[in-house]
């Protein structure tokens, strides 16, 4: 049991290290608001807010704990997680913990009996770190033998008591049990038994009680990078805790079944008992079932047998409440507390079914065992209610001819006290054995033992002894009574009894009554703790578990215990429920604690943006093979190598991993079906690696070694990898899910093992279907089941792999006759068979194996042969001949390359191979690992170490590292950056700066930053000169100004007129083209042509087309006159005219020629100066109004009062249409020269308007 230091931070900031002697764990409070705080306000002062903190997991030699000091009284054992209690946030430490169970070898439970909730956020607690159980009577201790604090009296005043001070009593209490070795939420037979360290984000959450606490550390670990992932599991800190119980009690040599006289080590015997949290509470708080279909009390007990000689006995066993919704409330009278039924059993039956078919997923076959009383009201409408939804559940269709064969719950109504009533007493529960036995038979148990294997290398033969699953568990007994307590626990006292009598009669094993009364005490002392968890006392009738009679003073306890119970029920369970949601984070407003480590989130997303630069990819080959070998055993001495090694591309000769799936290894027999038997998987192993290794030899390649091989009573699983491969191969596991017999035998069923090949997941999957012609609903249901039902270590299923392929006998038929397949099978009609092949209309149809492809079949139909020929079966059954023998794929990375039989004629089956080509991944760790080095140290340095920057104040680095401000609660000073009322101290302004000054941030990435897009931040944009030009000369002068462009051959002179502009013309993207525009006085000036949402000074006037011809003469005396006229000063506001123009259609953009300007940034030559202002004739159409003229008179401007720039008189008519769309090359003016006829964008043409490509239409405001 490793311990860790805890350590505490007091200055600047507080903070709290958990430190192994390699690692450390560092926490620390941020008093930032809540989550959506760095980007929205908040709508509510009163919402409630997901308190923060910073958490930070590295080695030792990069974290500097030099200023923390550590608490020297307290030995930690690891942490269950956090939590926030009155707005303060508590780290939940294990300080006390005590073996109580040692399950096998390296296999080790501790109980924990001490807590400690150290403070993040605050210091006010500190001196009641030290609070322990007193087990001295003094005037500073509750009545359960915690101190109250500071040394002071129950009377006395101002008593600080710690505000977690009920959830320590509760986790102190002796029922919650955590262990390092192994996963503790799950049965034996769902353990990986290779796993060398616990995942804790593997565990099952159903029995996983600091769920809700240690959920932000277990999303804090899935950020981290593999190694400091299998660092963290490996140091311990981060604890699972179940409740329940759990013990285990030796076995001598004299009084264990099993002897070792060799080794003299003693037995074992474990009894674990695991409470669901997922309807948690007391006696009168809990009852029946939710909407999700967890019910009240369900408890999962497994018995577990272990022998030195390597062979361990599991077996497992449930109870729960009545799964219907009804309530019960508490009494002062035992007994008569009455229940109510609150739903209909129409609005019942889908919660019901949630909870059978959950319990059916993960144990098997069910059979119910109700203890309730015919003879009370209340029990009684629970039962028939109970007996209704089991009828009509899905798991009990009928099949065909009203069939009881599929039927996957049984029940037994039992009447406890009605058959306990007798002189026999609680011995008479025993017989209850006779209604059960049937269905202990078909369950089994799960049974492993320790197997011999030779293993070949490098040319010489290695024994190796490994745990083999022999036998799995394929059915569960579901208990209950009306509180599942008492009458509950001495049945399953006797159930568990019934199933290691039945492991050691086929061991041919008998026990003796020392064994036996140790069994009955583990039972006894489990009831107990279950009962006070629920009920607050031990178990009624314990005496009669314990000792096997009802004695006085077992009689008196009883009472004794039921009028406490009364007490507690009434009195006390409201407190302990409230506890216990506030354990669960169950309580209204409850929020986990938030955590985020910013430097390694980004250095996560960065290698992952990078991944490119450390990974390779490598083209592998892989041949899978499946064969139903019928029980033979003749074909050991046959050639395999037309099915093994085909006649094949050479590149597909000698491929990387072989996979073989063998049905029907042994005959199935009723004997048979029940257990393992490896000699007959071993034997076959060795004929294929001869055949292999024989083959490798003629190619020059290296020999082939057995990786792992696993098998289901008659389905068995072999991989084989070239010894090349072995240093790429990792985490190799194995499982099994039976289907046979509705899962309650192995004649039908599953074997997987999968792999990561260098960085790529592969799992091959063999498996035996259900057999028979019209089964192909159950051959699909089958399918589901093993998907589904099957699980590797870390909860993986077959479907969280890359690659995926599946071999085996599928059963699926052809749907033709006998007669018309057999001649189709003559003409090689593949074709038509294929069209009406089960698998394929079923796949098709989307009804199994979902997303996965199967290559041409190119052979004929593999079943049934008559043995030693080619012939199909020509016995009095006849069966229709079918491709019962397949492989399935599924995978990105996988291409197949070759789908064919073999013709071995020893089976009346002809094994099927098929070759594959597998793309998979190769990280390069160390260059992994550099990079990672390399980013956090630069990230690190961006952030300051944690530390304000140069001219930054403290709250400057809040946003990313979090903020601690003077006084708890009180938000940061406003300064010129951040404004205090604004959530988590977000800047005012934006602080990102561009990379350089060539870029601008990209205008095509969407507004939301939370969107994911392609597209990057920034994108470099070229520009003009960086040097901003010079204001345009005062009108009436004739001073010239270069322009000065940073390519040499477009650099020229041009002269500025006079000309009065308060924005500059917009740059518009399309910047081919400048125009020189002439103005009255004579003068040029630089105008983009191609601009129709320039910004000007002059008020509305009209465009003018550009040409060469001369103006009409009355326009060259208003030429005159104005160049009379001084210019007015220019404005130092705009025009209100400008600022708000009602007959505006849409707004302008901002001007941009004055904005970071670059001087990379070119221009075209300007076309030549226009030859005359006069419009030619013309014809406009707007909105249903025509205007014909050919010199149109302009109109005095009407009196209005205007602040500057007004227009000469004369030059404007108020009254004449508004100007028309700028020209636009494909507009219909020609080439920016308007000597022609100048055609409106508004007629009717239609190659006029196909040429405004998508251009909007302008239209003036009447």
Known sequence: MSSVRVLIKDYPHRAIALATPTHALVLRHSSAGPDNGAYNSSTSLNAPASARCIVNFASLSSIDLSSYRALHSVTAYGTLGLITVNNDVFLVVVNGARKVADVRPGESIQRIHGVGFYCLSSSSYDSLLNDEVNPYPTDTVDEEGFELGFGKGKGADGVLEHPCLALKKLLS????????????????????????????????????????????????????????????????????????????????????????????????????????????????????????????????????????????????????????????????????????ITRSPEATQPAFDKHFESLELSYGALHVVNLMSNEKQNEIELTHRYRHHIQYSPLNERGE??????????????????????????????????????????????????VEERV????????????????????????????????????????????????????????????????????????????????????????FTRHGKMSLAGALADARKSVTRTYINNFADKGRQNTIDMLLGRLMGQLPVHLFDPINDHVVAELTRRSSEYTQTEVIHMLAGTFNLNGKTIGLQEDLSSWLCPDVDPSQQCPEIVAVGFQEIVELS?????????????????????????????????????????????ASLSVFVRAASLKLIKNVEGSLKKTGMSGMAGNKGAVAIRMDYANTSICFVTAHLAAGFANYEERNRDYKTISHGLRFQRNRSIEDHDTVVWLGDFNYRIGLSNEKVQKLCHVSDLETMYENDQLNLQMVAGLTFPYYSEARITFLPTYKYDIGTDTYD????????????????????????????????FSDHRPVYATFQCLISKIDEKKKEAMSED??????????????????????????????????????????????????????????????????????????????????????????????PEPPPARGTARARTLDFSNPD??????????????????????????????????????????SASTYSLPNLPRRPVNQQPQPPRFSNLTKELARKPAPPIPTKKPALFTSNPSTASPSPPPQRYRDESPERTYPQPPPQRRSMAPPPHHIERRGIQTQSQYQDISPIEARPRRAMAPPPNLIDATEEKPTLPPRTGTGFSGGSNGGRARSLMDDEPDEMDNLKGWEVLRPVR
């Open 173 to 340: 209490g002796g029922s919650f049990y955590y262990s390092n070795d192994f996963d503790l939420t799950r049965r034996l037979q769902e353990r990986n038994t290779d796993a060398a360290t616990v995942s804790i984000d593997s565990l099952d959450a159903g029995f996983l009680w600091n769920s809700y606490m240690i959920q932000p550390l277990v999303d804090f670990r899935s950020r981290l990078a593999p190694r400091e992932k299998q660092a963290l599991d490996q140091s311990g800190i981060l604890t699972s805790a179940i409740r329940g119980f759990a013990l285990t009690v030796t076995v001598p040599t004299s009084s264990s079944p099993v002897r070792s006289p060799r080794s003299g080590l003693p037995s074992s015997m474990t009894l674990i008992s695991r409470l669901s949290c997922r309807r948690a509470g007391t006696r009168f708080n809990a009852r029946g079932m939710d909407d999700d279909g967890n019910v009240a009390n369900f408890v999962e007990s497994e018995t577990i047998f272990w022998a030195p000689t390597g062979l361990c006995f599991s077996y497992t066993q449930v109870r729960g409440s009545v799964p219907v919704f009804w309530e019960q409330a508490a009494g002062l009278l035992p007994g008569q507390q009455k229940i109510t």
């Open 935 to 1028: 980013i956090y140290e630069k990230r690190r340095e961006a952030a300051g170490d944690m530390r304000p920057g140069e001219g930054m104040d403290e709250s400057d680095d809040d946003d990313l590292l979090g903020y601690e401000s003077v006084e708890p609660g009180l938000p940061p000073a406003s300064s010129d950056r951040r404004k205090w009322w604004l959530d988590n101290g977000v800047p005012a302004r934006s602080r990102v700066q561009p990379p350089s000054n060539d870029f601008i941030p990209n205008p095509k990435k969407p507004s939301n930053p939370f969107t994911p897009s392609p597209e990057p931040d920034w994108v470099d944009v070229k520009r003009i000169g960086s040097q901003k």
């Open 1050 to 1091: 477009q650099t020229r002179q041009q002269k500025i007129p006079a000309r009065k502009l308060v924005a500059p013309p917009y740059i518009s993207s399309n910047n081919s083209s400048f125009a020189s525009v002439s103005n009255l006085d004579g003068s040029t000036d630089l105008k983009r042509s191609a601009s």
């Open 670 to 714: 009723p004997q048979q079906i029940m257990s393992t038997d490896p000699a007959r998987r071993q034997a076959w192993e060795a004929a294929v690696r001869d055949c292999l290794n024989e083959n490798a030899a003629r190619h020059g390649k290296e020999e082939y070694v057995l990786l792992r091989g696993g098998q289901l009573v008659g």
């Open 401 to 450: 001819k009203n069939s009881r064969e599929h039927e996957l719950i049984k029940l037994t109504e039992y009447d406890f006290h009605a058959e306990t009533r007798g002189p026999g007493g609680y011995e008479s529960a025993s017989m209850i054995s006779q209604w059960i036995q049937d269905s202990a038979d078909s369950f089994a148990y799960t049974l492993l033992e320790e």
């Open 874 to 905: 020509t016995s009095e059954k006849a069966r229709i001949p079918a491709w019962c023998d397949r492989v399935l794929r599924k995978g990105d990375n996988i291409r197949q390359i070759n789908y064919d039989c073999a013709p071995l004629r």
């Open 456 to 543: 070949r290398s490098n040319g010489q033969d290695y024994i190796v002894r490994r745990p083999a699953t022999i036998l799995q568990q394929e059915g569960v007994f579901r208990t209950n009574c009306l509180d599942c307590l008492d009458r509950t626990n001495l049945v399953q006292t006797i159930i568990s009894k019934l199933a290691l009598q039945l492991f050691l009669s086929h061991k041919s094993l008998r026990a003796n009554q020392d064994f036996w009364t140790r069994h009955s005490t583990m039972w006894a002392d489990n009831g107990d703790a279950l009962s006070r968890i629920y009920a607050g006392t031990g178990a009624l009738k314990s005496s």
